[in-house]
């Protein structure tokens, strides 16, 4: 009896990590990576968790001690001072990069980003896609619970940004991201606000990286009474501009 041929098992997706940048996010940290490695376990994919103390005046360095004690997939970076966004994610990679993860995908740990819009980065990672961005403005996308001056500051800028740089992106400020560990080694970013986010994206086009994105639903902050802890401040846009139309080499 001649037996069949199987059929090939689907590949699996590259080994990734998730990054949390945090400041000041000990009311969010025990909920955020709960809820970020129940999803990882349940995916069982050898994921981990790279949270960044960026030099937190609360209590979020103890709370994340605790939670490494009973979470085999965390892995802790600490800042002994506050340095920005820019500097927690540059750290988060160098822990990517030296972790030997294919991917790192970075969130934010406020609750803003429900890890199970993580399921639609994966796709994108099989195909081996550089530069992975999660998107506010592509069809099966909401914003829930956020004020219309700050969607309509978002939207213009994205619109802005998309129409200087000519890629196949919709969502250019948002931090929910996944980078290919190969292109994160040739990033060489310095900005440590929240304009890195358009300075790594005008490296990563002009280093020929190719683009991709997942809709996902952006809602409020969680914690009652919890405020953004990374601030935008006027030098944030003024770089996002100076990033957009610098001259091109």
Request: with cysteine.
């Amino acid at each position: 009896m001649t037996s069949r041929p199987t059929a090939p098992s689907p590949p699996l997706p590259p080994r990734f990590c998730v990054v949390l940048p945090m400041y000041n996010e000990g009311a969010n940290a025990r909920a955020c990576i709960g809820a970020i490695d129940t999803l990882l376990s349940g995916l069982d994919l050898g994921a981990a968790i790279i949270a960044v103390d960026d030099g937190s005046s609360d209590d979020t360095w103890s709370v994340l001690q605790d939670l490494a004690t009973v979470t085999p997939s965390l892995r802790l970076c600490r800042h002994g001072t506050n340095q920005g966004y820019g500097a927690a994610n540059r750290t988060g990679f160098a822990a990517a990069i030296a972790g030997g993860f294919d991917y790192a995908l970075v969130m934010d740990a406020d609750g803003t980003q429900d890890p199970q819009f993580i399921r639609g980065f994966l796709p994108h990672m099989r195909q081996g896609v550089d530069f992975i961005k999660a998107t506010r403005y592509a069809r099966g996308s909401r914003v829930e619970g956020v004020d219309i001056r700050r969607k309509a500051i978002s939207w213009l800028g994205n619109r802005v940004a998309k129409a200087a740089l000519r890629i196949p992106l919709t969502d250019f400020t948002n931090g929910f991201r996944a980078i290919r560990g190969e292109l994160l080694k040739k990033l060489t970013t310095h900005d440590n606000g929240f304009s890195v986010l358009m300075e790594e994206v005008v490296q990563a086009r002009r280093l020929g990286a190719s683009f991709a994105e997942v809709p996902y639903t952006l809602t409020v902050r969680r914690a009652p009474g919890s405020t953004s802890k990374f601030t935008y401040s006027f030098a944030v846009y003024r770089n996002y501009l100076r990033y957009l139309f610098r001259p091109r080499g």
